[in-house]
């Protein structure tokens, strides 16, 4: 079946810090890839996407490369601020379902929390 | 401007009775989705519909229901089967159902049951 797998937080970090997710995945078939984010009491906005390899998803200073050789897609920013606190979720999907439709497959989500 | 609306943000339920979650959008988008989101999990498909009158079963779909009447509207009912329903859930859309197009999430509906 298909799988993702993240690192677990809270990851906390100092304004300004560099800042990497890891992200990895297992499927069956050729997926397409995704970073959401999800601020508190919010619903999730999408951050990135990459849908082949080596394909780079860019967004607000926030960075992930497709790598199919290592089925990973780790989300890197150079330089955090305050206000990037947020959930973090990566996810996959291999639509159409069988019969037809398009699912995500989520990861558990990393917490971030940056601080002055 | 172009969206998805979830009412109510936050709902109060009693054991043993049921309850519709609203799940709007404007987006034209053809394809529809509910979401449950528990503490420290990923989100889970309830249920998803990719045209009208037509829905199909998620991973967690025993004690939800849904209905797809029109393009733009996709309620989810949470029925007194369910026996866990305290949760955040999230309502997505989709342009096209048939390729691994982008979803976009409504800002969700907490429930609570007392």
């Known amino acids: 079946g298909n799988s993702v797998t993240q690192m677990e937080g809270p990851v906390t970090l100092s304004e300004e810090a560099f800042l990497t997710i890891n992200c990895t995945y297992t499927a069956t078939g050729y997926p397409s890839l995704f970073w959401y984010v999800q601020y508190p009491g919010e619903g999730l906005q999408l951050l990135l996407k990459a849908t082949k390899a080596d394909d780079k998803g860019s967004n607000k200073g926030f960075e992930a490369t497709y790598r199919k050789e290592t089925t990973s897609f780790h989300l890197e920013k150079g330089s955090v601020q305050v206000s990037d606190s947020a959930v973090y979720f990566c996810a996959l999907s291999v639509g159409p379902f069988t019969g037809g439709g398009n699912k995500l497959t989520f990861g558990t989500g990393t917490q971030l929390k940056v601080e002055l | 401007d172009g969206g998805i609306t979830q009412s109510p943000k936050y709902l109060f339920r009693k054991e043993g009775q049921n309850v519709t979650l609203s799940c709007e959008q404007n987006l034209n988008h053809d394809a529809m989705y509910w979401y449950r989101q528990d503490p420290g999990q990923g989100l889970r498909l309830i249920y998803y519909?990719?045209?009208?009158?037509?829905?199909q079963k998620g991973d967690i779909a025993e004690g939800y229901s849904v209905s797809r009447e029109k393009k733009e509207s996709f309620p989810l009912t949470v029925t007194s089967a369910q026996k866990n329903p305290t949760a955040f859930y999230l309502c997505?859309?989709?342009?096209?159902?048939?390729?691994?197009?982008?979803?976009?999430f409504g800002p969700g509906t907490r429930l609570t049951v007392l």
């Open positions: 519909s990719q045209i009208v009158n037509d829905f």
């Open positions: 997505a859309s989709s342009m096209n159902p048939q390729v691994t197009d982008t979803q976009y």
